[in-house]
């Protein structure tokens, strides 16, 4: 298998900044993170790569982790009441891919392996469609946060952006 760079992540949270990327409801191939989620399946059902997808979505939510974890720093609560409020929050909503995120931001925050990783290999096993769903909600949520940085605090969508990607070139090593 060739080495996965993140490239392919950077590229689907930028097209998450497009506020067309934030509809639910729409068809996947219609949103501009749908279109370069279903583009890398394509590419690993290509190459017999289920890796591909895989490692896009643990991408996907490490980087929607660190915006979240970027957002607690700038918020006046601590960074239990922030996840227990976000966590409490994707519960009441439903909203898997939330939840998701508040768990891989709470592991990141104590250094710790993430349960987070169970939610994900579940979702990844189940229904293909759905997964593919699910990574455009995570990345989503990407969009959601580097917007909201942007907008609440005055972090450039640049600084954002960078700073995702020096979370994702440590964590794939020398990959960049």
Known sequence: MAEQTHEPTMEIIRASLDPVSHRFRARLADLPTGRLILAEARK???DQDAKRLMGLGVELARSASALTLELMTHDEKSSEEYLADMSRFAHEEGLEAARLVAEVANSMLH???S??????TRAFAG?????????????????TSILYLKVKFDVPVEDSLDNLRKVLRNDNGASS
């Open 111 to 113: 250094d710790q392996s």
């Open 115 to 120: 349960d987070g990783m169970e939610t994900l």
């Open 127 to 143: 229904d293909q469609a759905d997964y593919l769903r699910f990574l455009s909600e995570i990345a989503s949520c990407c969009g």
């Open 44 to 46: 690993g059902a290509a």
